[in-house]
C-alpha cells in the first residue's frame, strides 16, 4: 500500500511541476512576443524623435532573429534579448525564498528567464568574436505571468512585489527604455596600456583589417524599485 501511495505521489508531483514549467514557458514566450512589440514601436519613436538630428548610421534598428531572440541596434550599441527555452528554480540563497508568494506555493517560483545583453554594435559587424558583452539585466516570469528584473545588484527588493507584478506592455517599455538608457550613457573605455603593450603578427594583421583589438564596456547596470 505504501509503494502504492508514493506511485502516486511522484506522479502528482511529475504533473504538478510540468504544468507549471510548460504554463511558465508559455507565459514567457507570450512576454517575449510583447517585449518585440514593444521594440519596434520604439524604433518608431527614436525615429521619429531623431530625424534630421542625427546621421542615417546612428538610427535605430530592429532586428528579428527568430522566436528566441531579437536585437535593437542604436548608433554604437547593440542590445541582444535573448529568451531560454528552459524554466528554472532558484538556489536556496536566493531572496525569492523569503516572500510569503513563494513560501505559500513554492511552485511559484519556477521562472522562464529572458536576458538583455549589452554589446558593441561593430564587434557583431566586423566579426571580433573575442569582444566582450554584458548581461545588463534579466527578466523571471512564473506561471501566474508574476514578474521581476534581476540587474547587476541584486537584494530582497528586487523580488519584494514579484507576488503582485503582472507583465504588460508598459513595464516592458519601461524596462526597454532603461536598459537603452543604461547601455547609451556607459562609454566606451580606452583599455590599460598594459593590456595591449604587446600583440602578435595575427592579431595585427586582424587589427589592421577590421579593427580587432578585444574591445568591450564597462557597464555598471543595475535595476531596483525606483527604476521600474
Given at each position: 500500500?505504501?509503494k502504492?501511495?508514493?506511485?502516486?505521489?511522484?506522479?502528482?508531483l511529475?504533473?504538478?511541476k510540468?504544468?507549471?514549467?510548460?504554463?511558465a514557458?508559455a507565459?514567457?514566450?507570450?512576454?517575449?512576443?510583447?517585449l518585440?512589440?514593444?521594440?519596434?514601436?520604439?524604433?518608431?519613436e527614436?525615429?521619429?524623435?531623431?530625424?534630421?538630428k542625427?546621421?542615417?548610421?546612428?538610427?535605430?534598428?530592429?532586428?528579428?532573429?527568430?522566436?528566441?531572440?531579437?536585437e535593437?541596434?542604436?548608433?554604437?550599441?547593440?542590445?541582444v534579448?535573448?529568451?531560454?527555452?528552459?524554466?528554472?528554480?532558484?538556489?536556496?540563497?536566493?531572496p525569492?525564498w523569503?516572500i510569503?508568494?513563494?513560501?505559500?506555493?513554492p511552485?511559484?517560483s519556477?521562472?522562464?528567464?529572458?536576458?538583455?545583453?549589452?554589446?558593441?554594435?561593430?564587434?557583431?559587424?566586423y566579426?571580433?568574436?573575442?569582444d566582450?558583452?554584458?548581461?545588463?539585466a534579466?527578466?523571471?516570469?512564473?506561471?501566474?505571468?508574476?514578474?521581476?528584473v534581476e540587474?547587476k545588484?541584486?537584494?530582497?527588493?528586487l523580488?519584494?512585489?514579484?507576488?503582485s507584478?503582472?507583465?504588460?506592455?508598459?513595464?516592458?517599455?519601461?524596462?526597454?527604455?532603461t536598459a537603452?538608457k543604461?547601455?547609451?550613457?556607459?562609454?566606451?573605455?580606452?583599455?590599460?596600456?598594459?593590456?595591449?603593450k604587446?600583440?602578435?603578427?595575427?592579431?595585427m594583421?586582424?587589427?589592421i583589417?577590421h579593427?580587432?583589438?578585444?574591445?568591450?564596456?564597462?557597464?555598471?547596470?543595475?535595476?531596483?524599485?525606483?527604476?521600474?
Amino acid at each position: 500500500m505504501t509503494k502504492v501511495t508514493d506511485t502516486n505521489h511522484n506522479y502528482e508531483l511529475i504533473v504538478a511541476k510540468s504544468n507549471v514549467k510548460q504554463q511558465a514557458h508559455a507565459n514567457t514566450l507570450a512576454s517575449f512576443n510583447l517585449l518585440k512589440e514593444v521594440l519596434k514601436e520604439l524604433v518608431e519613436e527614436f525615429r521619429a524623435a531623431l530625424d534630421g538630428k542625427v546621421s542615417v548610421e546612428v538610427m535605430p534598428v530592429y532586428i528579428e532573429k527568430g522566436p528566441f531572440e531579437a536585437e535593437f541596434k542604436l548608433a554604437g550599441d547593440l542590445l541582444v534579448f535573448s529568451m531560454h527555452s528552459n524554466v528554472f528554480v532558484f538556489n536556496r540563497e536566493h531572496p525569492i525564498w523569503k516572500i510569503d508568494y513563494v513560501k505559500e506555493q513554492p511552485l511559484n517560483s519556477y521562472c522562464g528567464i529572458i536576458h538583455i545583453y549589452n554589446f558593441l554594435s561593430d564587434s557583431f559587424k566586423y566579426n571580433r568574436l573575442q569582444d566582450l558583452g554584458y548581461l545588463i539585466a534579466r527578466v523571471f516570469i512564473n506561471q501566474e505571468n508574476h514578474f521581476f528584473v534581476e540587474g547587476k545588484r541584486q537584494s530582497g527588493e528586487l523580488v519584494k512585489d514579484f507576488g503582485s507584478d503582472v507583465v504588460t506592455k508598459d513595464i516592458f517599455r519601461q524596462i526597454l527604455k532603461t536598459a537603452i538608457k543604461y547601455a547609451v550613457d556607459f562609454d566606451l573605455l580606452v583599455p590599460p596600456y598594459d593590456q595591449v603593450k604587446i600583440a602578435s603578427v595575427e592579431q595585427m594583421k586582424d587589427e589592421i583589417s577590421h579593427s580587432k583589438i578585444i574591445t568591450g564596456k564597462r557597464v555598471g547596470f543595475k535595476f531596483n524599485s525606483d527604476d521600474i
